[in-house]
């Protein structure tokens, strides 16, 4: 279940199942009447409730819901963009269910209505939104009624998250077989409220045979990939990550991400040094070890013993030249790579080398994690970014033009991978935003390709146990709290893992 369907690929499902033998109005009757028992499951007593009908089949469902909602014995009044006798195919003939008055959308207000059904558009919202329903939708937004959308808020494009115009902020919203990516990009996920996957009868096959890309972020993605405990195990067979410090004052990040590669699961970190910073990084440190590393000519020496078979590299490093070099002496010697903060800087503007440097690097891949910033400095050139419609499209084609799995963060983290693989994390609690995070989650996925999951699966992996290490401490959380959470997440992911067997 943890696909996400665009609004074509939702079409083609229910396209699919339609020729399949399913009636296009019967897909319409199960939707309309999941939509009704969300409103039903709230309702005490007799509610008075508005549904607003659009003119395509998002509008057909509304038409359902009003007629189940009526025969419950509630109060219903439509209103609809267009008169019924100028719908088409499935909604004309869930309109001819509906017994009651049709009145006009334009002017619609809110008096005296506890619930609003939003049926005015759904997948099909083509363009922005314009007079009379901006007014109607400021109206929705405005009254107290409790508010649920139909497959997505009006206003909301399910593809990309992105408000046309103006749209409605509901409730509920409940949406049939799988969710959009425009359910969890910001700004979307923050019109939909609590959502609701309602089974219209849109089977498990018929989602698989459409090849989607796209997911939400959660363990069923990587869960088989994580690395497990092994009795037989020790310390070495659980990988040594090396992650490089900055200069004597800026060792801070550089220890943040190595504790949070050990709490990750690495079998050892060692906190590679510039020499006159190895005091003040030793001072602070026992479980993680601390070595002299003179630029890049020294870690291309210690890089001579094959056991350090990770790296995290750019946490306060410094941009420029020296720590370009650290990163091309990394990907030469085929080592895990985590780049994050100052080395992907540094290859701003420099995309031919990111590329080269990526693709000379272990075919297991590397993770570069970018903020929105970094982000732009680096990938504001590359092909398809400019032109991409969401936070998601512009991940993955970074993704494409470095060959590298791209964590674009933020609270809709999105990962994507170069083959066109895709994730959206929904788990960041707000007090993630402080600063030093970005750091720990790039100890956290170097910690587990450390331990030899492949890039995609350690990214993905690792900015879930992030978030859920953050919304388990809660609110007040500042950066050292995140690494002291993995044992709470560990146990939970281990637990779910042996309960369902996998
Ligand atoms: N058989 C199916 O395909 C099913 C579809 N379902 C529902 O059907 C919806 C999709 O239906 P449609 O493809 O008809 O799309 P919608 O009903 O979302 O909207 C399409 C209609 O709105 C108009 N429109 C689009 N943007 C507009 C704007 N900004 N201002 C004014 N008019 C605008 C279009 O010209 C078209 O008439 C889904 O969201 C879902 O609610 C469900 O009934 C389940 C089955
Ligand atoms: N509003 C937010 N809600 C949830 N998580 C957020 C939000 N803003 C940022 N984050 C997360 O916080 C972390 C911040 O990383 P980054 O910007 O690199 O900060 P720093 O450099 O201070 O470590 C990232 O994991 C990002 O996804
Ligand atoms: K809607």
Redesign the pocket.
């Known amino acids: 279940m943890l696909e996400l369907l665009t609004c074509s690929e939702m ?1 083609a499902a ?1 396209g699919r199942t ?1 020729a399949g033998g399913t009636p ?1 109005i019967v ?2 009757e199960r ?1 309309g009447q999941a939509v009704a028992e969300r409103v039903l499951a709230r309702a005490s007593g007799r509610l008075r409730v508005a549904v607003l009908c ?8 509304g038409y359902v819901v009003a007629r189940l909602l009526a025969k419950s014995g509630h109060d219903v009044a439509v209103h609809a963009l267009v008169p019924p006798d100028r719908l088409r195919g ?1 909604a004309a003939e869930a309109a001819r269910g509906w017994a009651g008055a049709v009145l006009p959308l334009e002017g619609w207000t809110a008096d005296g209505f506890d619930v609003v059904v939003d049926a005015i ?10 007079a009379p ?1 901006d007014s109607v939708i400021a109206a929705v937004n405005e009254s107290r009624a409790h508010v649920v959308a ?3 808020p009006s206003g909301i494009d399910g593809d990309t998250g992105a408000v ?1 115009g103006c749209a409605v902020e509901a409730d509920e919203t409940v949406t ?1 077989a799988r969710r959009k990516p425009g359910h969890l990009l910001l700004p979307g996920r923050m019109h939909c409220g609590r959502v609701h996957v309602a089974d ?1 009868g849109i089977t498990d096959a018929t989602v698989a045979d459409l090849g989607v890309r796209t997911a939400a972020n959660a363990p069923g993605l990587w869960s088989d990939m994580l690395p497990r405990p092994d009795a037989a195990g020790h310390k070495y067979k659980r990988g040594h990550l090396v992650v490089a410090s900055g200069g004597p004052s800026r060792t801070g990040a550089a220890r943040l991400a190595a504790r949070a590669g050990l709490r990750a699961g690495a079998g050892l970190v060692t906190v590679a040094s510039p020499p006159d910073a190895v005091a003040i990084n030793a001072a602070q440190l026992t479980a993680v070890m601390v070595r002299p590393v003179d630029g890049a000519e020294g870690l291309a020496d210690i890089l001579g013993d094959a056991r350090f078979n990770a790296l995290v590299l750019g946490p306060a490093l410094g941009v420029g030249e020296e720590t370009r070099r650290m990163v091309e002496v990394a990907a030469a010697a085929q080592r895990h790579l985590v780049l994050d903060a100052d080395a992907l800087t540094s290859f701003a503007g420099n995309l031919a080398g990111l590329w080269q440097m990526v693709t000379s690097a272990v075919p297991s891949g590397v993770v570069l994690t970018p903020h929105e910033g970094e982000f732009s400095r680096l990938f504001g050139e590359a092909e398809g970014v400019a032109q991409a419609r969401s936070k998601l499209e512009r991940a993955r084609a970074a993704a494409a033009a470095s060959g590298a799995v791209v964590v674009l963060k933020g609270p809709d983290t999105v990962i994507a991978a170069p083959d066109g693989r895709a994730a959206i994390n929904e788990n960041a609690p707000p007090w993630l935003a402080t600063a030093g995070t970005g750091d720990v989650l790039a100890g956290i996925i170097g910690g587990l390709m450390a331990q030899e999951m492949p890039a995609f699966a350690a990214a993905c992996a690792g900015v879930w146990m992030h978030g859920a290490a953050a919304a388990a401490f809660g609110p007040g959380l500042i950066a050292e709290d995140l690494p002291e959470m993995l044992p709470r997440v560990w146990r939970e992911l281990l637990e779910l893992l042996f309960s369902t067997g996998n």
């Open positions: 079409a229910d339609i296009g897909l319409m939707a659009g003119p395509g089949n998002n509008g057909g469902d499935d558009f759904g997948a099909g919202l083509a363009r922005d939104i314009a329903v139909v497959d997505v046309r049939f219209i």
